[in-house]
């Protein structure tokens, strides 16, 4: 019986689905059901707007919206999260690829590709070093100040656009941005603001509305998130009526070829791009892992479900990798997307299979019908959608908490805006690193005294306790290592100067569990130093583990007289 | 009395000379000039080699020889350290040098001093931001690899010259490497061996058997430390008197300039230099920085005296850049050179004084004496100074005392090797990093109990103590940050599901000084979580900046029915 539990345990974690299949019922698949119609309707204008914005073919999206949400229905963890293209990821692969060197080697469909397979590549190599646990080294705000400059970043590619603008190519000459700012398209804007007043009614006003005259909770949820498509759909339908592109100019999706891309294995080839772009690839793959599981882990608290961040890399991969087969650009798990399906009902991962399913028949069959979309409308799209991730009020909040943390979210975020978006999430990671290095590199040490008529010994600074001039009794309350010692060292040598009668210094383990070789080193030349001072070093409480390592060494012959005692208590019996 | 003794101290920490010149005696000089005399003698012919080896005109050793050891004995705080050229620099010098594109802009020499300007203006940069502490993350085993790996490409770069081979441009072409050993020079390689063997006389047998025929200890320091020198001097005189050079194709040091290069700051201009060689200098600074001040603290340790990091980084930091001005490659503290200042009894940094002194008159006067030192002879006094520093025996010590430590020894070494000196470093510093990341967020976290009739909360695993079904309590034993929090609420999750009867949680905050942003918002959602699992989050024992820090949120709010017990007591009377 333990066997056939082990069993099933050992298959539900290489095989998810294995845990929701056996109690799948009627009910489950109608909720299912609903939650993937609705968000197969927002994926279909979300994939086209994401794939303009990285600056690639509208199907690039599409492709990336069926396959890897399939993969990751199978093997990830997550009952909910929706995975497919997302806007930061979108923005960083725009970034990657408008490098000159990038750019110069052409074909960007190629590199984009590159990119999915790469930043797979690289999530199942975290999976297999289990370096999974390494993101967490990437702090909340960090992670905040980073979306919000990336947020700001995609506003500012989205807002011509949205004007119905084409590119400047002004550089420094500012009066020929005057110029180009009049050149503004009447109708691409009138589009624009008026999907933009369309979304913004969809998305509050619109369901609290309904809800007040009565209707469904799933009905209003069901209205509302078709905004999107019935947005573009209406906008789409305006162009193709009252020919704006042929007349008036209107910047449009343009021609989206029906079918799939087939699975194509091409891009391999061009080494010389691999290379260049894997520091990319690096980038896009933490960024989108660590997005996903924030995601997938705020969804899995609201149901008491569990998230395997290892399980999560190799989903995640083989979700990217996925893309770059079937010629999709690389994908994540997304907030909006993620939120549409989990309000919508889904119960598990069968709705992504449904919506991905849904899109499968629309990418065959109706794609054409999304070519007269106009590329206003898509920026009112983004805008909508991302707007809520430029948290600046968050930045005066986490300043008002911990000063260190809001420096951080600050210095990320402006390096994200004047350095680079790789540059500035790069700048956050190390600083965070350092600052804990730097913490982590300062142990805790507490000059001790007994508690009298007792055998506790305990910090002078907090109880009065019994000291003696010539002894100077240290607890150190962690492993030494090479990150801490010289900081020890420094602590002992200001101690003495402070008390100059000292002729025994006890060394308390209780704490102890590590002595690196480093440590040992410093260690040893202390004693060595202590020595010729006149001055005795002791070890007193040291666990079996680290004294059986340092019998391995000559460091105890150096101690003597120097003595290793089993309890504190016995070292003050002795020298007290 | 107080305010005068502070002003002295205040003094010695920026002129460390001020601490001995006030009890400089007639008899501490005379140590020191013997010491002065001793070291000038090998510097000549250490400057030379290790400006060879480094790919540059001899007299830049020489340079560096004198202006920078006279800054650092005015401001450094070790008495004995000896600075100046150093092998390990040297061949870092020589790879940042021979990269394509440093090489491609021509004149080595320029090149030099712009490392030597830029390595000071790192370690200054260091000293300004007091980052001196974050060179201790470079663990001894990792130095150890490093110093290893960089001493056995120093011996194979030197082999060719000790056999009088030239510059071998075979390429792939086995069988041209057939004939090029069969090029070496007969006379080249004869004189290498005697050099090389009357170093090995000079270095162990002729001390000892002085010593047994009764000469006094300072004699014989004196005599066995001219050994390079007077090989180099005999050797020289052996390839004038038989025209070597000439008859022979012995290679020789070739023209010295008598006199000094004269102050110039016209290595200031090549801007595209200065960025290609900013992360040479950064390791060279880095490395640098971290051997000089481990050889200054063995000498200091032998005497008792005290080494001040941030006051090193900025002597060391103003003698390189006062190598950069008089024409002189890279400093550092060095290990032979300081040892030979220490057991010829160097008090004071007078005898640093003194040696730099006396190779200034050298270096006017009497430069021409060394045109004629066949480079076989340098190679010779290279390799008796650099074999002891390649310690594979250390991988072995290492390897048994802590396997982790072994393993990041072992790679360093053989990244330097295979794939290059800084590459090596580098890899050794993050996996060491990278290893203590991962330590660090592996808190220690206690189940604990009541020990029965006392008000002490003790660990589970180690005490008989009186425990509660419905009660979890846990003693986190550090600050929680965003390293570890990720580890605490998964140990949370794995303990609840070991005792599913749980409805409260107490978190004892005894040693937690600080909670950050991060761990804040992860610990508000693990609250959501418990909440709608019906379990109850407390906290007990948080000290007074945790709760004030935590009262800015809305936290303790959220929290409630949980409650913030003063004593863990307090908990269990009301909820036990």
Same mark, same amino acid.
């Given at each position: 019986?333990?066997?056939?539990?082990?069993?099933?345990?050992?298959?539900?974690?290489?095989?998810?689905?294995?845990?929701? +299949?056996?109690?799948?019922?009627?009910?489950?698949?109608?909720?299912? +059901?609903?939650?993937?119609?609705?968000?197969?309707?927002?994926?279909?204008?979300?994939?086209?707007?994401?794939?303009?914005?990285?600056?690639?073919?509208?199907?690039m999206?599409? =492709?990336a /919206?069926?396959?890897?949400?399939?993969? =990751?229905?199978?093997?990830?963890?997550?009952?909910?999260?929706?995975?497919?293209?997302?806007?930061?990821?979108a923005?960083m692969?725009? *970034?990657?690829?408008?490098?000159?060197?990038?750019?110069?080697?052409?074909?960007?469909?190629?590199?984009?590709?590159?990119?999915s397979?790469?930043?797979?590549a690289?999530m199942?190599?975290?999976?297999?070093?289990?370096m999974?646990?390494?993101?967490?080294?990437?702090?909340?705000?960090?992670?905040?100040?980073?979306?919000?400059?990336a947020?700001?970043?995609i506003?500012?590619?989205?807002?011509?656009?949205l004007?119905?603008?084409?590119?400047a190519? &002004?550089?420094?000459?500012?009066? &020929? =941005?005057?110029?180009y700012?009049?050149?503004?398209?009447?109708?691409?804007?009138?589009?624009?603001?008026?999907?933009?007043?369309?979304?913004?009614?969809?998305?509050k006003?619109?369901?609290?509305?309904?809800?007040?005259?009565?209707w469904?909770? #799933?009905?209003?949820?069901?209205?509302?998130? %078709?905004?999107?498509?019935?947005?573009?759909?209406?906008? #789409?339908?305006?162009?193709?009526?009252?020919?704006?592109?042929?007349?008036?100019?209107?910047?449009?999706?343009?021609?989206i070829?029906?079918? $799939?891309?087939? $699975?194509s294995?091409?891009?391999?080839?061009?080494a010389?791009?691999?290379?260049?772009?894997?520091?990319?690839?690096l980038?896009?793959?933490?960024?989108?892992?660590?997005?996903?599981?924030?995601?997938?882990?705020?969804?899995?608290?609201?149901?008491g479900?569990?998230?395997?961040?290892?399980?999560?890399?190799i989903?995640?991969g083989?979700?990217?990798?996925? *893309?770059?087969?079937?010629?999709?650009?690389?994908? #994540?798990g997304?907030?909006?997307?993620?939120?549409?399906?989990?309000?919508?009902?889904?119960?598990?991962?069968?709705?992504?299979?449904?919506?991905?399913?849904?899109?499968?028949?629309?990418?065959?069959?109706?794609?054409?019908? $999304?070519?007269? @979309?106009?590329?206003?409308?898509?920026?009112?799209?983004?805008?909508?959608?991302?707007?809520?991730l430029?948290?600046?009020?968050? @930045?005066?909040?986490?300043?008002?908490?911990?000063?260190?943390?809001?420096?951080?979210?600050?210095?990320?975020?402006?390096?994200?805006? %004047?350095?680079?978006?790789?540059?500035?999430?790069?700048?956050?990671?190390?600083?965070?690193?350092?600052?804990?290095?730097?913490?982590?590199?300062?142990?805790?040490?507490?000059?001790?005294?007994?508690?009298?008529?007792?055998?506790?010994?305990?910090?002078?600074?907090?109880? *009065?306790?019994?000291?003696?001039?010539?002894?100077?009794?240290?607890?150190?309350?962690?492993?030494?290592?090479?990150?801490?010692?010289? =900081?020890?060292?420094?602590f @002992?040598?200001?101690?003495?100067?402070?008390?100059? #009668?000292?002729?025994?210094?006890?060394?308390?383990?209780?704490?102890?569990?590590?002595?690196d070789?480093?440590?040992?080193?410093v +260690?040893?030349?202390?004693?060595?130093?202590?020595?010729? %001072?006149?001055?005795?070093?002791?070890? /007193?409480?040291a666990?079996?583990?680290?004294?059986?390592?340092l019998?391995?060494?000559?460091?105890?012959?150096?101690?003597?007289?120097?003595?290793?005692?089993?309890?504190?208590?016995?070292?003050?019996?002795?020298l007290?």
């Amino acid at each position: 019986m333990a066997n056939s539990h082990d069993h099933a345990l050992w298959l539900t974690s290489l095989f998810p689905p294995a845990g929701w +299949l056996k109690t799948y019922s009627r009910q489950t698949l109608n909720d299912d +059901l609903f939650a993937g119609v609705i968000t197969a309707i927002l994926l279909v204008p979300q994939g086209i707007a994401y794939a303009l914005l990285a600056g690639l073919p509208p199907q690039m999206g599409l =492709y990336a /919206s069926i396959l890897p949400p399939m993969l =990751y229905a199978v093997l990830g963890t997550s009952r909910t999260l929706s995975v497919g293209p997302v806007s930061i990821a979108a923005i960083m692969i725009a *970034a990657a690829l408008s490098t000159p060197a990038v750019s110069g080697l052409g074909n960007a469909v190629q590199s984009a590709l590159i990119l999915s397979a790469e930043s797979g590549a690289v999530m199942l190599l975290m999976a297999v070093l289990r370096m999974g646990g390494l993101v967490n080294f990437i702090s909340h705000p960090v992670l905040t100040g980073f979306t919000s400059g990336a947020a700001i970043l995609i506003i500012f590619s989205q807002l011509p656009h949205l004007a119905g603008l084409k590119k400047a190519a &002004c550089g420094m000459n500012f009066e &020929c =941005y005057g110029e180009y700012l009049q050149t503004f398209n009447t109708a691409g804007l009138s589009i624009g603001l008026m999907t933009l007043s369309l979304l913004m009614v969809f998305g509050k006003p619109l369901p609290a509305f309904l809800k007040k005259a009565g209707w469904q909770s #799933a009905s209003v949820t069901a209205v509302s998130k %078709a905004g999107p498509l019935l947005s573009v759909i209406l906008a #789409a339908f305006a162009v193709r009526y009252f020919k704006l592109a042929e007349l008036h100019g209107v910047a449009v999706v343009g021609h989206i070829p029906s079918g $799939f891309a087939g $699975f194509s294995l091409d891009f391999f080839t061009n080494a010389e791009k691999w290379r260049l772009l894997l520091p990319y690839a690096l980038f896009i793959a933490l960024i989108a892992y660590v997005e996903s599981i924030a995601i997938a882990k705020v969804t899995a608290h609201f149901r008491g479900e569990k998230i395997a961040p290892n399980q999560e890399l190799i989903a995640l991969g083989l979700a990217n990798m996925a *893309a770059a087969v079937s010629g999709g650009m690389p994908v #994540a798990g997304g907030f909006s997307r993620t939120m549409v399906n989990f309000y919508a009902g889904a119960r598990t991962q069968m709705a992504m299979l449904i919506a991905a399913g849904l899109l499968a028949l629309i990418v065959i069959f109706f794609s054409s019908w $999304f070519e007269t @979309i106009p590329k206003a409308a898509l920026a009112a799209i983004i805008l909508v959608a991302i707007i809520p991730l430029v948290r600046l009020d968050n @930045i005066v909040h986490t300043w008002r908490y911990d000063r260190g943390d809001g420096i951080a979210e600050i210095i990320t975020l402006l390096a994200v805006l %004047a350095v680079g978006i790789e540059e500035g999430i790069m700048l956050g990671i190390v600083l965070t690193i350092l600052s804990h290095l730097r913490k982590t590199s300062q142990p805790h040490i507490a000059v001790v005294g007994r508690i009298p008529d007792t055998e506790h010994y305990r910090n002078i600074k907090r109880h *009065a306790v019994q000291t003696w001039n010539h002894l100077l009794l240290l607890r150190i309350d962690e492993s030494i290592t090479f990150a801490n010692i010289n =900081y020890i060292e420094e602590f @002992i040598e200001a101690q003495l100067l402070r008390q100059p #009668a000292v002729k025994h210094i006890i060394l308390i383990f209780t704490s102890v569990s590590d002595i690196d070789t480093t440590a040992l080193e410093v +260690l040893e030349e202390l004693n060595r130093a202590l020595q010729s %001072a006149r001055i005795t070093l002791h070890l /007193s409480e040291a666990k079996g583990p680290v004294l059986d390592k340092l019998k391995k060494t000559d460091f105890l012959n150096h101690l003597a007289p120097g003595k290793v005692f089993f309890r504190t208590e016995d070292a003050i019996r002795e020298l007290g």
